[in-house]
């Protein structure tokens, strides 16, 4: 077994074929890296991607409102994914594989909206190839964030397979103590670096992963003699994390590994607008460049919960609000958005959001990212990008 924590819950998934001289089935994930749910910019290609060269790749599910759409984009995930057995609909081993090694994102709040029905769909292996003859595989790992998820465990107890594994993302040590006690397998703890959404009230990496990890050990060493002793889970740094120094430098700090977001939107298999991407590789100075706010969600009407906020690119709207906040706050004096006050020969927020969107005008749209930007200068494939990250 992995001496890695991470990597050690997922020795299970193994790849049908053999390692050469030992016998053994290959392990599907060898690097500790998780690529993020990025709504828009992951989807089924980058999760193959992520998944063939060894990491453990979560499709983000996001602001969802169909489910049988996203049941659908699943199913075209299975024949991506380099490993025969995967791709056949009667296997040739019936007690073969019972996972398909990605993982599932769901923005845990959105999921409240929404109900179960999705969940329980994909815990059945409704995303799996359509009609297989033997048993449907249902994915690896369910992720929960922003959000209460307790409800959520004691579904997926009930109705998921005892070795799915449960990843949650949360932003404070007390959070990180909760999941804890609530005996999540993987923490992903989520710094202020951290593109697109993350708390208003947020620490940094270097501080909020040392302090996590004194916390959750002593949290452990108090409940080892009672009637419920605690483990240790898997833990996981989240936030603007684009190169091998950093990986190495969280996992001096306590963490098995990595969830990137912004360093996979640049590569061949995101499927993000390639104009964001120009963008994004332009940018440097990457803490700078970027802001957090909530000025989108405003303009989006996704009702965020309050606590959060994201990370994006500044640009005419992020200036225009910080103008607006220090004039009139976030709304002028009449009430409206300050991104109507942007042009005003525009009908309003609504049509402008509209013009912007068609237009892919990235001075008025969003590019959510982290502060890890500023050191990406080249678009390479999934595979290359993991490959400099962690060998
Ligand atoms: C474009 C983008 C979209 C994201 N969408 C989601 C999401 O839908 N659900 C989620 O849990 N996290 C989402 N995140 C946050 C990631 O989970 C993660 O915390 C972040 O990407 C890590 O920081 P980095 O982008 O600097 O690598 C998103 C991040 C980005 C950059």
Request: charged share 20%.
């Amino acid at each position: 077994m992995s001496k890695n924590a991470f990597l050690a819950k997922f020795a299970h998934l193994t790849r049908s074929t053999v390692a050469k001289g030992t016998g053994q089935g290959r392990a599907w994930v060898h690097r500790p890296i998780v690529s993020a749910p990025m709504n828009a910019w992951s989807g089924p290609k980058l999760v193959a991607a992520v998944a063939n060269h060894g990491g453990m790749p979560m499709y983000p599910i996001g602001y969802f409102t169909d489910p049988s759409k996203i049941l659908a984009d699943l199913q075209t995930i299975p024949p991506l994914l380099e490993d025969s057995e995967l791709q056949k609909d009667d296997p040739e081993d019936p007690a073969g594989t019972k996972f398909l090694p990605y993982g599932v994102g769901f923005i845990t709040f959105w999921l409240d909206r929404q109900g179960p029905e999705l969940l329980l769909s994909i815990l059945k292996g409704q995303g799996d190839i359509p009609n297989r003859r033997s048993f449907a595989r249902p994915p690896a790992a369910v992720w929960f964030s922003f959000g209460d998820y307790r409800p959520y465990l004691q579904l997926i107890r009930d109705h998921g397979a005892p070795e799915t594994r449960i990843i949650v993302q949360v932003q404070t040590v007390q959070e990180a103590l909760d999941a804890q006690r609530e005996n999540v397998d993987v923490i992903v703890l989520q710094g202020t670096e951290s593109g697109g959404h993350g708390a208003q009230r947020i620490s940094p990496l270097m501080s909020l992963l040392p302090e996590t990890v004194q916390a959750l050990q002593s949290q452990m060493a108090s409940a080892a003699s009672s009637s419920t002793p605690l483990a240790m889970p898997a833990l996981l740094a989240a936030g603007g994390i684009s190169k091998n120094t950093q990986l190495a430098a969280v996992q001096s700090l306590g963490a098995s590994g990595a969830v990137v977001g912004t360093g996979f939107m640049v590569t061949h298999e995101s499927p993000g607008p390639q104009k964001a991407k120009d963008r994004l590789l332009q940018t440097q100075d990457g803490g700078v460049s970027t802001v957090r706010t909530r000025v989108f969600d405003e303009l989006r009407s996704f009702e965020w919960p309050q606590a959060y906020d994201g990370r994006v690119i500044r640009n005419l709207v992020t200036e225009r609000e910080e103008q607006d906040l220090r004039e009139h706050g976030l709304y002028n004096p009449q009430g409206e958005a300050s991104f109507k006050l942007l042009r005003e020969d525009r009908a309003g927020t609504k049509a402008d959001w509209d013009k912007a969107t068609r237009e892919q005008d990235f001075d008025l749209l969003p590019i959510w990212c982290g502060t890890g930007v500023g050191m990406l200068k080249k678009s390479v494939s999934a595979g290359e990008f993991m490959a400099q990250l962690a060998d």
